[in-house]
């Protein structure tokens, strides 16, 4: 007889889900949804408020990555002042965002997913945590933990805080890098590089084994969208959206974030909170793409910088010139530690980080701003629209994790296809579907404009809608 | 000069006669929380924060417009008094629309310095959520109504310092508030010399500079002491 199983709620990951797993009268699998169960409505809210707060307000949506807000809301205010951000200003930016990108990262491999590799996907779940982790490998633990403090402290000492630093601003950053600050960072550098390093050898050790993860873990043909450089190169601040195909082909090059609407659409499902984008040109569902590490590691023709380079090359000889397995999300991400710490790197020669010219200043100039960046888990789109005197009228955010939902959907219903058969459901099958949206490093606080841990549900319903078996996790 | 002398907390106070007892106990060096209360301009006894027992009499009194009296016994710190003034606060933060973490002045305001004060960890009386606005169409400054308490201190200081009587209070009750001009839209009452004196004497983040982002307003309020002074005084220096 045909059932549902619910995964309820899916655990670490940031933010509340479920996954339902549609089973047909033989016990197969027919059909598997990622449910976002949390609603937020930051688009309604700010309406009405000064666009000037959009940084402070929109960064509240998340305490992972709130600086992939400040940087769009900021992006967003300098379109509407029409100003361009002083060199010094945007550098600082960047900086921001590579510490951002670099604790996000450590977060999502370190604490989050790397018990599944590295206690085993089988293995006790009470003890498949971080603080498992601990216990079997305290030095590794440590310098992950360790690695995310570096990044975190990047942000704190440009913002004065790690989590909703108030300090990108419309027309720039409040204030420069200090002497202190810089010092602190040359010196934590080497040893974020050796973990990232270390990192990097332990996961392509588990590459070697892994065929099955590798192969069932999401691996299908899709778009990718990210922003690149205008010499090709890795980008993660300005640029432009390239789409790729999984042969290779760029689709769609030099788009400007000013046009999304023209080649993203955005569909509604109704059993999900989280909208389902789309690439226009190819409708929904076909236009599914993927963003984050693996769709800017796809996109780029290189990151430009030579270590990263270096393990680029490696990246593709492994995974194919473009690696659709979304179980290498994780291997991009590894990847990306170690361009963003090279490029912090080179950030501590420029004399523009201790500049004073940081901020540009004017009036409402324009009253429509879309701003675009590149959070950790892929592109993120603000778009303002304001009145004469910058009160907000409209809000619309494209949030990265949306823009993976359908990819996600189609993930977990590749794993669960393939792992679970007949009414008896082992729970290291489920963590493997749990395991499938982890490569993701979802944010579903962000993605619905909630808090807390982000505990699974997981359910086995019948043809007709009633539920034969459900299992909870907190 | 006439001296006036009064116990305030038990302890022996000698004063100008005519003072009233915020003053007296500020010389006495005894701290009594205020928020309305504005050096350099008149009295409103608006937020009653400062309310104190007066032996005599079961009513609490305000000490900011209280003169004064000889042989007078104050407390200005009794259980009593710590129940109310917490009281007070946990209903302006219900009242209004205060979201600290987003604020232009947090970190810098008065109202979350006096909420510490009074140690309110949070409000026993449900949030009221009203809808208010915010008003930027003044060239270089914007209030938002949402973060206003009613202490009418822009009221006086434009009043009182700047001459230019720009904001008064319109409505009763609950439906208070502060307006410019005739009621108005800021940005078209010329009568505003754009001093920005009303910025630094907000206590929150009402009042604000066009542009300011979050825990970016640092008001210099005693710079409207000076202004009076320079004035009254001819003392010039801060």
Redesign the interface.
Known sequence: MAKTVVIDPVTRIEGHAKISIFLDDAGEVENARFHVVEYRGFEKFCE???F??M???TA?ICGICPVSHLLAAAKTGDKLLAVQVPIAGEKLRRLMNLGQIIQSHALSFFHLSSPDFLLGWDSDPAKRNVFGLIAADPDLARAGIRLRQFGQTVIEKLGARKI?A?WT??GGV?SPLSAEGRQWICDRLPESLDTTRTALRIFKDLLDRFHTETEQFGKFPSLFMSLVAPNGDWEHYGGAIRFKDSEGNIIADGLSEDDYQDYLGEAVEHWSYLKFPYYKPLGYPDGIYRVGPLARVNNCDRFGTPEADAELAEFRQRGGAIATSSFLYHYARLLEILACLERVQQFMDDPDMMSDRVRA?A?INQTVGIGVSEAPRGTLFHHYEVDE???LEKVNLIIATGQNNLAMNQTVTQIAKHYIHGNEIPEGMLNRVEAGIRCFDPCLSCSTHAAGQMPLHVQLLRPDGSVLDEVYRD | MSITTLKINGQDVVTESGKTVLDAAKEAGVAIPTLCHLEGVSEAAACRLCAVEVKGTPKLLPACVTPVSEGMEVETNTPKLQDYRRMIVELFFAEGNHVC??C?A?GNCELQDVAIEVGMDHSRFSYRFPDR??D??H?MF?I?HNRCILCTRCVRVCDEVEGAHVWDVGNRGEACYIVSGMDQPW?EVSACTACGKCVDACPTGSIFR???????KAGDRAKLEFLVNARDKQEWSR
């Open positions: 009405g408020r000064p000037t707060e940084a402070g307000i509240r909703h108030a601003v419309p409040r200043k009036d005197n910058g009160l | 973490s987003i232009v947090n606005g915010v930027l169409s060239p914007g938002d940005g066009k542009g300011t982002t979050t825990g970016e």
